[in-house]
């Protein structure tokens, strides 16, 4: 019996203008094909991050979540506790990539009462 994989897409909001501009930047990226280095060096990709990273940060954030709700806590607790807003805390819990810091993550588990351990694996 094979299990199907459903796909699940988020609504996206955008106005006309971001829909024209993203339009844009997708047509351009077809047409030039640029490589991830050419992307770096003209600041088009500032951030670089490989799946494996991602699914270790969704992993670490998931479980964060659980130790949460496990303790019984709301978002908003958390946020009184660690002093950060609780759209953050829910976007860290949604494993949304951004410009969090270290800070944030520790104290996050910290009112957990957990620390944060990082790891590092060769790189292949």
Request: charged residues 30%.
């Amino acid at each position: 019996m094979a299990h199907e994989a459903k796909r699940i897409f988020r609504s996206r909001e955008q106005t006309p203008q971001q829909q024209a501009e993203e339009r844009a930047v997708r047509e351009r990226f077809q047409r030039e094909k640029p490589s991830l280095e050419k992307l770096i060096a003209d600041g088009d990709a500032a951030f670089v991050t490989t799946v494996g990273e991602y699914c270790d940060w969704l992993k670490t954030v998931g479980r964060l979540q659980h130790m949460r709700e496990q303790q019984g806590l709301s978002v908003e607790e958390i946020s009184r506790r660690v002093g950060i807003d609780a759209t953050t805390i829910r976007q860290i819990e949604g494993g949304e990539p951004n410009e969090l810091t270290f800070k944030a993550v520790a104290s996050y588990a910290h009112a957990l009462g957990q620390r944060l351990v990082i790891d590092l694996a060769q790189a292949s």
